[in-house]
């Protein structure tokens, strides 16, 4: 028998309506490329978007249509996402951080008909307009005062397009199972494979967002999503921001520390989302400048793992509440989040930072388990590691234009991490797969090694490596950033260490840097780094 409910389509478009009716004036402060902070409300924004909407039907934008972005946070960009999904196009977000080959092989495999382009990203297009002869034309996110001269062909100016047009066009009823955006993982190995959302996953992810048990967006909230838009959509914070009526604040190109601090004082922002580097940048320039951000409560660390350092600073320093989550674009992204429970609540801060060193528990939606080699489940004890894999309604279950199957047995997805998951349903990630550390036939994780290495105060940023050994196969190699003005020596990192990690675990040595390799998404590239130490010879091999 079926229900008798109503079969309301889950579409991107009701968010942004929504918004502006319940919120019409709730704000989305932007810094803007050009310079000045910009302001506008729910109300504005929904009325731009369908003006947008009217724009891209008379450039002959159609259902399916792939409209790319290289753009930064801002008000602009914002409006994309919502006039592109809502006329049933699909938003591509492209990261221009990438290399010019990665970014030439995206645009054309995605095939997009158009791209809308920030003034910082205007020379990076010119250099590789003849490579992408696909693209029709490219809108600059600028109005006419701003309008470079550009060798760009079929160049537009996006304030004279949307100044020509009304805010009357109707969103379609699309199916809920259309395809809305676009995002490429950035693939360390092999090509870069995209990830198409739908309206439907899209909307389930956003008010899993909105749980007070995950991000906990409400229309209290006053959020500055520090993560990217072209990183797998800023974690769903654009999205989930609308459906919950909270304020949006969009940092533009300026994502370093003093910028960032700037924006949190001046609109009392209290949720902030973000990878560590920016954390990194962030609470060096609060040190070194004896500032504080009390405005803010909780601070969202994903992406990479959170180190206790960078825990401790937050909820010790700066009295706000880290919230460390694990997802990839895959998972669109949001999987685990490590808020923590009232059972909790009585243990020393120093179990409690323990805790929310792990990667957290599988929110409502998405399915975890791991697996050994053979593909046999592992058990939920805390101690056995093994792949991660995940299931759900706004997991991929298959790349765009990509033959083949992805998914397992029992249409498992494999992340490529590897995992522990406890009885209380915490899953810590010790590594992914490629980059685990296999010394006499045991794993060790790099990321544990890490996150007590960079405890040190001397340290700004380490990263371990497996390095090739006649005997064990492969022993950790140290590498280490010392934090500004420190000059740490081998052995004081080591013996640090010394009680912290289990004896084989120990590095077999250390090298100093300047700085370690980034990859487009802020993380350490240990495929960088194995490369660059390809030669390395170990003092006990
Ligand atoms: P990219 O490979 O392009 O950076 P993603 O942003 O999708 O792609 O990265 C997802 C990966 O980031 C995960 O598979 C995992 O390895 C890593 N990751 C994400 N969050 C965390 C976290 N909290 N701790 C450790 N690793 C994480």
């Not at 209380?424 to 990630?429: E, L, N, R, S, V």
Request: glycine residues 10%; charged residues 20%; hydrophobic residues 40%.
């Amino acid at each position: 028998m079926r229900g008798l409910m109503m079969d309301t389509p889950l579409l991107i478009s009701s968010l942004i309506e929504y918004a502006a009716l319940y919120h019409a004036g709730t704000e989305i402060v932007s810094r803007t490329v050009e310079g000045p902070i910009h302001r506008t409300t729910y109300l504005d924004a929904r009325n731009r978007s369908k003006q947008l909407a009217g724009v891209l039907q008379r450039l002959g934008v159609e259902p399916g249509d792939r409209v790319g972005t290289l753009a930064w946070n801002g008000y602009r960009h914002f409006e994309i996402y919502y006039a592109v999904s809502g006329m049933g196009a699909v938003c591509h977000t492209i990261n221009p951080r990438l290399f010019a080959e990665q970014l030439v092989y995206i645009i054309n495999h995605a095939e997009d008909a158009y791209l809308f382009v920030d003034l910082t990203f205007v020379p990076l297009l010119e250099s590789i307009q003849e490579q992408i002869p696909g693209v029709r034309g490219y809108v600059v996110m600028t109005d006419a005062e701003h309008m470079p001269e550009t060798s760009l062909p079929n160049a537009l100016c996006y304030e004279e397009l949307m100044a020509r047009e009304s805010a009357d066009f109707d969103w379609p009823a699309l199916d809920e199972n259309t395809a809305s955006s676009l995002c490429y993982t950035s693939g360390t190995t092999g090509h870069p494979k995209g990830a198409l959302f739908s309206h439907r996953s899209t909307v389930l992810h956003s008010y899993s967002a909105c749980s007070l048990d995950t991000l906990g967006v409400c229309s209290r909230t006053i959020v500055l999503p520090v993560v990217p838009m072209f990183h797998a959509n800023a974690w769903g914070l654009p999205y989930a921001a609308a459906l919950a009526g909270a304020k949006l604040v969009m940092p533009g190109a300026r994502l370093d520390g003093e910028g960032i601090h700037q924006l949190v004082e001046a609109e009392e922002v209290d949720l902030l989302a973000g990878v560590p580097t920016v954390w990194l940048m962030l609470l060096g320039y609060l040190e070194q400048n004896g500032k504080t951000i009390d405005s803010v409560e909780k601070v969202v660390i994903g992406g990479a793992a959170a180190p206790r350092s960078m825990i401790e600073a937050f909820q010790q320093r700066h009295g706000a509440t880290v919230i460390h989550a694990w997802g990839m674009t895959e998972t669109s992204p949001i999987g685990t989040i490590g808020t923590l429970k009232r059972q909790h609540d009585g243990l020393p801060e120093e179990e409690r930072v323990t805790l929310q060193l792990k990667q957290g528990r599988g929110v409502y939606g998405i399915e975890l388990r791991i697996v050994d080699d053979e593909g046999n489940e592992l058990p939920r004890d805390g101690v056995a590691f093994g792949e991660l894999q995940v299931r759900g309604p706004w997991v991929v279950r298959s790349y765009f234009r990509h033959d083949g199957e992805i998914l397992g047995d029992e249409g498992w997805f494999s992340t490529g991490d590897v995992a522990t998951l406890s009885p209380d349903g915490f899953m810590q990630i010790t590594d992914r797969s490629k980059d685990v550390i296999k010394s006499g036939g045991e794993w060790i994780s790099s990321i544990d090694l890490e996150n007590e290495v960079v405890s040190h105060p001397s340290v700004a940023e380490a990263a371990v490596i497996g390095i090739a050994h006649p005997k064990w196969d492969e022993r950790p190699l140290l590498v280490v950033v010392p934090a500004e003005g420190a000059a740490p020596e081998r052995d004081e990192i080591l013996s640090h260490l010394e009680g912290r990690i289990v004896k084989w675990w120990m590095p077999d040595d250390v090298v100093f840097v300047d700085e370690l390799p980034h990859t487009a998404t802020g993380k350490i590239s240990k495929l960088t780094l194995r490369e660059q130490f390809s030669d390395y010879q170990l003092p006990t091999a």
